[in-house]
């Protein structure tokens, strides 16, 4: 069984919400979609206040080259367009909806019918990805019909679906490989037809068997798709390292993924993709977990993009009277939730809740040299060196010692046995020589 070569941790699994079946969350009276909420620059309000709206409308136009279009969840009336603060309180150019039955674009196909013949040509398929506001649900959220338009001089020759979900206690990707797995496999198919390759690989962690079993019996339906069980390791799921468990490559520093042959697409934007192409659908909802320990109920919700995650939480039964913090995505690389009222984006995964003990940060020690940190690097880098230089402000030190190459994973710090914070201080490090680099003048 494959994995990848260089570093990695084992975290406690705690798929404690595997077996709850996605459920559609009710719609709520109104809904705030942000223009900011994919990789690039926010897509612009193309309706005003007083316009009313229907399911899958186009509310936000693309404006750049990494952008994406946006479109409304809900019918309803435009309340408002202006600044909403979002998980991390910072302001966000939103257009509130209050909604008002539910009414779609006719041209969406709402049949549940499986459409397996792809009709499209190559350069069609992009652009209605492109149209349909598709971004890449894995985390980054970078827009997929970009990622499907690779530079000339770049050779794709597969596609790789992340079906690793190795971040601990997130399911949601795990139930739709579960409750719509042929439809992934067609959206891989699409991708194939994209890209112009005839491989396709679904990588699927050792810890879902029941998942590549149930993938596994209709890959052979679909010329080129090949299922590929793998060993469970964290950060799998990361893009760099499920290219050199799939197909044994590495992607080069400062280099693109693609410069491997591989593209690689989160199993929720293959069934985006799906979607839009098959059902001429945008991304206008999304699949998260509702979880934690200390969680009254482990829920898996499809969403209307724009819903508050205050009305999740209260419809889930509310926040546990024990919840410390409230995390959105996993423990590893989600981000803590400092407005619960913020609304869910494309790319929402989950609402996790920790306890006061799974959050207490222990004092730190002096560090000792043990090395583990650099073992569990799974970029090759050396992580204490790293602290030691950002702490002291040495940006060209850091450059030369590859910072910018960190995918802020926290392994380092998950294994740090002084409990150093080593990941927020290469964090802070990584941007501000990214920003030097920026600045410099392109040869």
């Not at 409304?72 to 966000?92: F, H, Q, Y």
């Not at 150019?93 to 459409?115: A, F, H, K, M």
């Not at 398929?125 to 649900?137: A, D, P, T, Y």
């Not at 998942?211 to 010329?223: E, F, M, Q, R, V």
Request: with cysteine.
């Amino acid at each position: 069984m494959r994995t990848f070569r260089m570093g990695g941790v084992h975290p406690a699994d705690k798929k404690i919400s595997q077996n709850a079946q996605i459920e559609k969350l009710p719609i709520p009276k109104m809904v705030y979609i942000s223009m900011g909420q994919h990789l690039g620059a926010p897509a612009a309000p193309c309706v005003q206040v007083g316009d009313k709206v229907k399911v899958g409308q186009l509310i936000g136009t693309p404006t750049g080259f990494v952008s994406a279009p946006v479109h409304s969840s809900v019918s309803g009336t435009v309340k408002s367009i202006g600044m909403v603060n979002d998980l991390a309180k910072r302001p966000v150019n939103t257009i509130t909806i209050e909604v008002e039955g539910d009414e779609w674009v006719d041209t969406i196909d709402r049949t549940d019918t499986i459409v397996r013949d792809i009709t499209l040509d190559q350069k069609q398929i992009v652009e209605r990805i492109k149209e349909c506001g598709v971004v890449g649900l894995g985390g980054a959220t970078f827009p997929t019909n970009v990622k499907l338009s690779p530079p000339p001089t770049a050779k794709p020759t597969c596609v790789i679906i992340n079906g690793a979900e190795c971040e601990p206690y997130l399911t949601s990707d795990y139930r739709v490989m579960m409750e719509m797995p042929e439809q992934v496999l067609i959206g891989g198919t699409i991708l194939m037809k994209a890209l112009g390759v005839n491989k396709c690989y679904v990588g699927i962690e050792e810890n879902k068997p029941e998942a590549i079993k149930k993938l596994s019996a209709l890959a052979p339906k679909y010329p080129g798709v090949e299922i590929v069980p793998l060993k469970k390791k964290y950060p799998q799921g990361g893009e760099k390292q499920l290219i050199d468990a799939v197909i044994g490559k590495k992607v080069p520093s400062m280099g693109l993924p693609v410069d491997t042959g591989a593209v690689v697409q989160n199993v929720g934007t293959a069934f985006a993709v799906y979607e839009a192409v098959q059902k001429n659908k945008p991304l206008f909802e999304g699949i998260m977990t509702v979880t934690g320990d200390c969680a009254k109920t482990q829920r898996n919700f499809v969403h209307r993009v724009g819903t508050p995650l205050s009305f999740i939480m209260e419809y889930s039964g509310g926040i546990p009277e024990d919840a410390a913090k409230i995390i959105s995505g996993g423990p590893m690389m989600g981000k803590a939730v400092s407005n619960i009222d913020a609304p869910t984006l494309k790319g929402t995964s989950s609402i996790l809740y920790l306890t006061s003990a799974q959050t207490e940060r222990k004092p730190e020690s002096n560090c000792i040299r043990c090395g583990k940190c650099v073992a569990a690097c799974p970029m090759g880098l050396e992580p204490y060196l790293l602290n030691k230089l950002g702490r002291a402000s040495r940006m060209d030190e850091l450059e030369e010692h590859h910072v910018y190459d960190c995918i802020e994973c926290g392994c380092c710090s998950f294994t740090c046995p002084a409990y150093i914070p080593l990941l927020d201080t290469i964090r802070l490090s990584k941007a501000a020589v990214m920003k030097i680099m920026k600045s410099r003048p392109k040869k």
